[in-house]
């Protein structure tokens, strides 16, 4: 088990909401289907490092803090005397490396933003938290390009880059290294999840209002809102998916207090924002069921 777990941002959450309920403009379809591969493909790099003998502290998806600056880790896996860092890549296709720079392929296409780049700055300032903290540690990083569909002509052979077909052997590596973790190792690890920020969604997407979403469920797997009422389960008819109604509430509520946290959650906003999905009558007993009810008739709403 990880010493810290990777969850699901904030900020994923809420576009995909809102790639159910309005229309994205291009540039911020890209933005969102990039978060979603992102986060794929951490959690497939997740498969590798929790299958760990050597039993390292595995500390995913740190935001930190150091020297005025923001640094964001997609994993770190903790040994004794060395720290690893690692940026996870899930780029697909065709890439060429030339004069230090990526570049989409075929040809010199677009220029991308470098991953190496991206490492060096992370370790730079992950070694002045260590030395702020008062710790010294050896601290090794590494990319890792996950995805089967990634090619990188030219690649440098002397940077510290980890393709897809190289991975059971860089983790055979690390099984092989001493493991006996001191009690100022897990001290460290509780410092770094005590300093890792929790970022605040809303200072990265577009200002939206509550007109202008589509109402009505959405299907938790294919996001459809095609869906039809069978008895007490909503099917989708597109996938298939079948889920109870009353999960069908309470994830509108989780996605109420998500995307409009000042809001108070009443039985007509659910009903509302639900719509097809139960008469009020049956939103209000689930609501009553899961929730604390505060002041009575048209007043009352739910905590």
């Known amino acids: 088990m990880p010493y ?8 994923i959450k809420i576009w ?14 890209k933005k969102y289907l990039y978060l979603e591969k992102g986060f794929a493909g951490e959690v497939q790099f997740d498969l590798y490092t929790e299958k760990l003998h050597s039993k390292p502290l595995i500390l995913n998806d740190l935001l930190l803090e150091s020297n005025n600056s923001n640094l964001q880790i997609d994993s770190t896996l903790m040994f004794p005397k060395t720290i690893y860092l690692f940026e996870v890549k899930n780029f697909e296709g065709d890439y060429i490396y030339e004069n230090g ?7 010199k296409g677009k220029e991308i933003k470098n991953p190496l780049d991206q490492l060096k700055r ?14 010294h540690y050896n601290v090794e990083g ?10 990188l002509y030219q690649s440098p052979k002397d940077e510290p880059i980890i393709y897809l077909s190289q991975l059971p052997r860089f983790m055979k590596k690390l099984n092989e290294l001493p493991c006996q973790l001191t009690k100022q190792d897990k001290e460290l690890a509780d410092k770094l999840v005590a300093l890792h920020q929790i970022e605040s969604p809303y200072t990265r997407i577009r200002p ?22 069978c008895g007490k389960k909503l099917v989708c008819n597109d996938c298939g998916c079948e889920v109870l109604v009353e999960s069908v509430i309470l994830r509108g509520v989780g996605e109420l207090r998500l995307l409009f946290p000042d809001m108070r959650i009443t039985t007509n906003l659910v009903y ?21 009810v505060t002041g009575v008739h048209q007043w009352a709403f739910y905590e």
Not at 16 to 28: K, Q
Not at 273 to 281: F, H, R, V
């Open 4 to 11: 810290k777990a990777r969850i699901e941002s904030d900020v």
């Open 16 to 29: 995909r909401i809102l790639n159910a309920r309005m229309r994205l403009t291009d540039d911020e379809q």
């Open 101 to 107: 720079n990526f570049y989409t392929f075929p040809g």
């Open 122 to 135: 992370i370790k730079s300032l992950f070694r002045q938290l260590l030395q702020t903290l008062g710790y």
């Open 142 to 151: 590494y990319v890792v390009f996950i995805n089967p569909s990634f090619t």
């Open 208 to 229: 939206y209002k509550y007109e202008e979403l589509k109402k009505g469920p959405t299907c938790h797997m294919c996001q459809s809102s095609s869906l039809s009422v």
């Open 272 to 292: 509302e924002w639900c719509e097809g999905a139960g008469s009020k009558k049956r939103i209000s007993r689930v609501l009553s069921r899961h929730f604390s």
